[in-house]
């Protein structure tokens, strides 16, 4: 068996951060060839997700998972440092992995994935338990149609960029929304949620988003916010860029229903979701009678088909939904923006 060695420096490999501006050069999505050990050179997607101080964890599949979910091929752990980069199989970091040691360090039962940066693509071969080779060519963002929607004429217009007069705070409706108006026209998450004035029946919303490019953080703590409609159903607002796609990630509905696919882009890319929501219904003696039913439209993609929604969500804004509700944004703490809100009513 071939083995990698990796040499241990105190308690961390330290490295040094590669230059950034307000975009990631290296985060999001690539594609291109791959060759281990005897099998034949096939296509792949691969998905890079950084994780700060020039660290990325990258997610090879055979294919986008666009339109169906698709198995990781390889998941590794690495950096990029000036032309150069280095990754190994994403594997425990502790002495479970360990197969040996020499006088030079310890041995690890893992791949070393290393290679330069050649004329903007990836270029590299794989040596250690797995042997092979890669090249990767980076990818412009994905272009999204949805976005930019104009509203019918119809629609009530929640946010077109020029004021926060539709909305309250959640908490103190007689204070001033403390939102956010950007020079893009977008509005940015602080000081509290805010909820719609006006309450909605059934509806369709239309609502684009992006989220803050927080490589440090992690789960719940990246870039975190909710879309609730009725102010208590949510739809999660999360960076959950290459990432599984459950049910508490962007475009899950909490401990209800996980997105079909994960369509979550890279941070700083503007999103969008439309949603066609369905009210629960009441009898006379205020029995439901039927439950709230939603459909949700990440970036273009269907991800939730006409699903049930058999209660309230966390955070929701009360506890009852006997009655109509507004549209809450949530403020999590994380600089998440907004623009082109509006909703077409149904009923």
Aim: glycine share 10%; with cysteine; proline share 5%.
């Amino acid at each position: 068996m071939n083995k990698m060695l990796i040499t241990i420096i105190g308690a961390a490999v330290l490295v040094q951060a590669h230059a950034q501006t307000t975009v990631d050069p290296y985060m999001g999505d690539w594609r291109g060839t791959l060759q281990v050990g005897d099998n034949k050179e096939q296509p792949v997607a691969v998905t890079m997700i950084p994780r700060g101080n020039g660290r990325y964890e990258a997610k090879f599949f055979n294919a986008f998972g666009f339109t169906k979910r698709v198995p990781v091929l390889h998941q590794l752990d690495g950096f990029f440092k000036d032309a150069n980069f280095k990754f190994i199989d994403a594997i425990p970091f502790d002495a479970s992995s360990i197969v040996g040691t020499t006088t030079n360090g310890v041995v690890f039962n893992t791949s070393l994935w290393s290679g330069v940066i050649d004329k903007g693509a990836l270029v590299g071969t794989i040596n250690g338990k797995k042997q092979g080779k890669f090249r990767l060519s980076y990818l412009a963002p994905r272009s999204n149609t949805a976005l930019g929607q104009k509203p019918p004429t119809n629609a009530t217009v929640l946010f077109d960029g020029k004021n926060l007069n539709a909305w309250v705070l959640q908490d103190n409706k007689a204070a001033p929304v403390k939102w956010k108006i950007m020079d893009d026209g977008s509005m940015q998450v602080n000081g509290g949620n805010i909820v719609s004035k006006e309450s909605f029946g059934d509806h369709k919303l239309h609502i684009e988003f992006k989220l803050p490019y927080m490589p440090f953080a992690s789960g719940q703590g990246r870039a975190n916010s909710g879309v609730y409609l009725h102010g208590r159903y949510e739809v999660q607002v999360l960076d959950s860029y290459g990432l599984e796609g459950a049910d508490n990630e962007c475009g899950g509905i909490y401990q209800v229903s996980k997105p079909a696919v994960n369509m979550c882009y890279p941070p700083l890319q503007w999103q969008c979701y439309d949603i066609t929501f369905r009210t629960p219904r009441f009898d006379n003696a205020m029995k439901k009678t039927a439950n709230a039913r939603i459909t949700v439209v990440h970036n273009g993609v269907v991800i939730h088909d006409n699903i049930e929604l058999p209660g309230l969500t966390g955070g929701a804004i009360e506890n009852s939904e006997g009655r109509l509700g507004g549209l809450m944004l949530q403020d999590h703490g994380n600089p998440v923006q907004f623009r082109n809100i509006w909703v077409e009513k149904l009923n």
